[in-house]
């Protein structure tokens, strides 16, 4: 059993910043991408940013140059700074990683989500 869960979401004025933070736990033997989305009031879930185990990271054009994803494989933990806060980033922002359990060289892979952190912008 794998499961991952997000901290650090809350209210915050337009032009300021959060971190997020996605920890994995369970019975993991290897983690390969690993992500955030957000759902945005009356939205679809969208995707904002993702990080390969190698570092490699990808953004959504709404994010980029503002948000700053990373991973400290050591913990087994995700991050994501958000800096320059809008109104529109507002959501419940999800974490989602491929995680392998089982066998070291013959894992289960598995695709974890996690509840989901509110973060709301606001004046």
């Known amino acids: 059993q794998v499961q991952v869960a997000e901290s650090g979401g809350g209210l915050v004025q337009p032009g300021g910043s959060l971190r997020l933070s996605c920890v994995a736990s369970?019975?993991?033997?290897?983690?390969?991408?690993m992500g955030w989305y957000r759902r945005a009031p009356g939205k679809e879930r969208e995707f904002v940013a993702s990080?390969?185990?190698?570092?490699?990271?990808k953004y959504a054009s709404s994010v980029e140059g503002r948000f700053t994803i990373s991973r400290d494989n050591a913990r087994n933990t995700m991050y994501l700074q958000m800096n320059m806060l809008k109104p529109e980033d507002t959501g419940v922002y999800y974490c989602?990683?491929?995680?392998?359990?089982?066998?070291?060289?013959?894992?289960?892979?598995?695709?974890?989500w996690g509840q989901g952190t509110q973060v709301t912008i606001s004046s």
């Open positions: 369970g019975s993991i033997v290897n983690i390969r991408d």
């Open positions: 990080i390969t185990a190698g570092g490699r990271t």
């Open positions: 989602n990683a491929q995680i392998g359990s089982g066998a070291y060289y013959y894992p289960d892979w598995n695709d974890a």
